[in-house]
């Protein structure tokens, strides 16, 4: 219907006489229906049809028998509230949903209507009111039903529309993952994945994502874990050592996914897990997939948090699999490959190898000052501190030194997180007590002094920083020149304020301090 004719409509009076001819007793309804359907594509024509009162009774129409009224009804609602987040919600809260997910599992064999129905529900699933409304539905049952009944690649690429927002929800992917969603996706990657068709390519990529995308909640992963048994595990498996990158994108993200609580994590390391993932990135060494890159290294790192992990990853090799990436450009890899790292070095013996490192140590510092990216950066700091604090080793605190890392450990106890200021303290108050010959004059210039006076007349300052800027003071008096700055910014009426601290260890740290303070000067 064209612009003109659509105006005669609204200025004639007409639409408010629609309102009456909508019931579902009525000849024409179906008709009348059609031509707001019509007239609402038209967007100067929807608020018009909305102050005319044609959405309620176009509302109560959804529970009509008849298939011809039901389909134009549905039309007219989706043309009246396209794009129109507030009607939708609208629509919501007058129950449409429901009635819908009715509608489909009564009408499946009727193509148009089905259409109509996804349609909606694909509009309705952008907004999260919609998703417990369809929690509470049988919508998973229904569409896994229709799924499973599609062969043409445009259908089922409809109803993917409208799982995709849906399985964003905790409880819909529960619904989903036991109305056997998975076996679908898994048979459509077993059909696809040796095709070069793009239809092909595409609902391959669509179907692993959204398998990926059903492992992000815990308790349809921990279903589909079935304690590293289950088929589903299994075949996810499979997908890493393919020569699809799509599919060892999946692979190691769903790994990853599956790596979210430490039972899973050490069932799967002891069961060769690590080994595959290395392969994998030995394939993406040299101008690999960024992507599956990022996803292997992820999965590493989750897998790496329980504590009897660590030391099996270790001597699988993770670590030189990890640092062959030492010398990528892409700032999630490098987030990613500092997280693994982190995790791994624990044990003393790692922490010393990797602090020796050179080349590693240089990165590290040219990356904490990687200022457009701020998790890089961070991750650097903390990979910095804790070879420190791991190793408690002379070498390693000579390497970092000479490769320029102590400004940095220096600005990170100005941190605005606790835990990386907490972490910077104890690593400098070690590189103090073990090499502070070596790091003075570097821990002069980047004025610590001056940022632990600050530290400690800071009432905002952590129990635990308070604590740990006193024991470094009283490690930093073995050097001349940081003793006179610390002598010089009266140090001692900060301190003996702190005396009467509520917190225990900081009072008591702060009488020792204040008497090492008194005799030293």
């Not at 009246?80 to 429901?98: E, R, T, W």
């Not at 699933?125 to 229904?142: D, R």
């Not at 445009?154 to 109803?159: G, L, T, Y």
């Not at 999630?332 to 044990?347: H, N, S």
């Amino acid at each position: 219907m064209d612009m003109e004719t659509s105006e005669k409509i609204q200025g004639s009076g007409i639409l408010q006489l629609f309102a009456n001819l909508l019931t579902p007793q009525s000849s024409c309804t179906a008709k009348v229906a059609n031509i707001i359907a019509e007239v609402a594509k038209n967007e100067f024509m929807r608020i018009p049809c909305v102050d005319a009162g044609l959405i309620s009774p176009l509302v109560q129409l959804l529970n009509s028998k008849d298939q011809e009224v039901l389909l134009q009804t549905g039309r007219a609602l989706g043309n009246i509230c396209y794009d129109s987040h507030s009607l939708q919600a609208q629509l919501i809260n007058m129950g449409v949903i429901p009635t819908l997910v009715k509608l489909l599992g009564i009408h499946c064999q009727n193509a148009a209507l089905t259409e109509m129905c996804l349609v909606a529900f694909g509009n309705l699933a952008e907004l999260e009111s919609s998703k417990e409304q369809f929690a509470s539905t049988n919508i998973a049952e229904e569409l896994v039903k229709l799924f499973k009944k599609q062969i043409e690649h445009d259908k089922r690429e409809m109803i993917f529309e409208v799982l995709a927002p849906l399985a964003e929800n905790d409880a819909i992917k529960l619904q989903l993952v036991e109305a056997g969603l998975v076996e679908c996706l898994l048979e459509i990657v077993q059909q696809k994945v040796d095709s070069d068709k793009e239809d092909d390519i595409a609902e391959l990529k669509t179907a692993s994502d959204l398998m990926v995308l059903l492992l992000l909640g815990d308790e349809s992963m921990q279903k589909l874990f079935e304690g590293g048994k289950g088929n589903v595990f299994q075949r996810v498996l499979s997908w890493i050592p393919s020569n699809n990158h799509q599919l060892q994108l999946a692979g190691a993200l769903a790994i990853a996914n599956f790596a979210r609580n430490d039972g899973n994590c050490i069932h799967m390391v002891d069961n060769g897990i690590v080994e595959k993932l290395m392969d994998l990135l030995d394939r993406h060494v040299e101008d690999g997939n960024v992507t599956v890159q990022h996803a292997a290294l992820s999965a590493l790192r989750n897998l790496a948090i329980p504590v009897v992990n660590k030391a099996k990853m270790l001597s699988a090799g993770v670590t030189e699999a990890v640092l062959k990436f030492l010398k990528s450009e892409m700032p999630p890899v490098q987030f990613k490959l500092l997280g693994t790292l982190r995790m791994l070095i624990d044990a003393q013996e790692a922490a010393e190898q990797l602090g020796k490192n050179v080349k590693l140590v240089e990165r590290l510092v040219e990356w904490c000052e990687a200022k457009d990216h701020a998790g890089v950066m961070g991750e650097s700091n903390r990979l910095l501190s804790a070879l420190i604090r791991h190793s408690k080793s002379k070498d390693v605190i000579k390497t970092i030194v000479q490769s320029g890392g102590i400004k940095h450990l220096v600005t990170m106890a100005t941190s605005e997180h606790v835990i990386m200021q907490n972490e910077a303290l104890v690593a400098l108050a070690l590189i103090a007590a073990l090499e502070l010959g070596t790091a003075e004059k570097d821990l002069e210039s980047a004025k610590l002094v001056q940022i632990l006076h600050r530290l400690l007349a800071d009432e905002r300052s952590a129990p635990e920083i308070k604590y740990n800027s006193m024991v470094l003071i009283c490690a930093l008096m073995g050097s001349e020149s940081l003793h006179k700055e610390v002598q010089d910014l009266a140090f001692l009426d900060v301190i003996s304020k702190l005396r009467s601290h509520e917190n225990k260890n900081v009072a008591q740290q702060a009488s020792l301090t204040e008497q090492r303070l008194t005799v030293e000067s």
